[in-house]
T-cell receptor, first 112, second 113 residues
Framework: AQSVSQHNHHVILSEAASLELGCNYSYGGTVNLFWYVQYPGQHLQLLLKYFSGDPLVKGIKGFEAEFIKSKFSFNLRKPSVQWSDTAEYFCAAENTGNQFYFGTGTSLTVIP | KAGVTQTPRYLIKTRGQQVTLSCSPISGHRSVSWYQQTPGQGLQFLFEYFSETQRNKGNFPGRFSGRQFSNSRSEMNVSTLELGDSALYLC????????????FGPGTRLTVT
């Protein structure tokens, strides 16, 4: 069955630390990949997306993600986190049938 | 422009009852998707409607159904509620079906007792 796995359930970092959140998907065909973020008390919103082309995609607020096809991965990175990055992060994959699969989310807490 | 709205925001029902949730997409958006969010399972795709037609369906039992109206508003219905249906139900709208950015609403928190 198709799925998206996020291996880090809870991450706690100090401000200015670097961030990498793992995401793996299980689907052999062409996929579109997304990272969504949910800040406390707010709606889910799109951070970045990958459809094709350059496997390194840049999103809002200094986030980026790298698509590695051979590893079925789409990890999210940020060189230096801020307290305002405290949120829940969801990785998602869309298959060729336009069905979306979300990971279970990673809760990030940034300590000032 | 106004975002995605969902009503009601909170709902408490008892087992065996049925419930209808409503979603109004962003103006101009014709695709509406529904998700169930629970702590252990994350977001699970229920179905997507585009131009009043169900385009995609996730792996949920037939007790979960939906529809979309000509103004793109969508409703989701759950019949014969079970305790396990307690969750946050999220609606997301996008301009068209497939590969377009989804905009999420605040969700409806359903509690089944």
């Amino acid at each position: 069955a198709q799925s998206v796995s996020q291996h880090n359930h809870h991450v706690i970092l100090s401000e200015a630390a670097s961030l990498e959140l793992g995401c793996n998907y299980s689907y052999g065909g062409t996929v579109n990949l997304f990272w969504y973020v949910q800040y406390p008390g707010q709606h889910l919103q799109l951070l970045l997306k990958y459809f094709s082309g350059d496997p390194l995609v840049k999103g809002i607020k200094g986030f980026e993600a790298e698509f590695i096809k051979s590893k079925f991965s789409f990890n999210l990175r940020k060189p230096s986190v801020q307290w305002s990055d405290t949120a829940e992060y969801f990785c998602a994959a869309e298959n060729t049938g336009n069905q979306f699969y979300f990971g279970t989310g990673t809760s990030l807490t940034v300590i000032p | 422009k106004a975002g995605v709205t969902q009503t009601p925001r909170y709902l408490i029902k008892t087992r065996g009852q049925q419930v209808t949730l409503s979603c109004s997409p962003i103006s101009g958006h014709r695709s509406v998707s529904w998700y169930q969010q629970t702590p252990g399972q994350g977001l699970q795709f229920l179905f997507e409607y585009f131009s009043e037609t169900q385009r995609n369906k996730g792996n949920f039992p037939g007790r979960f159904s939906g529809r979309q109206f000509s103004n793109s508003r969508s409703e989701m219905n759950v019949s014969t509620l079970e305790l396990g249906d307690s969750a946050l139900y999220l609606c997301a709208s996008s301009l068209r079906s497939g590969s377009y950015e989804q905009y999420f609403g605040p969700g409806t928190r359903l509690t089944v007792t």
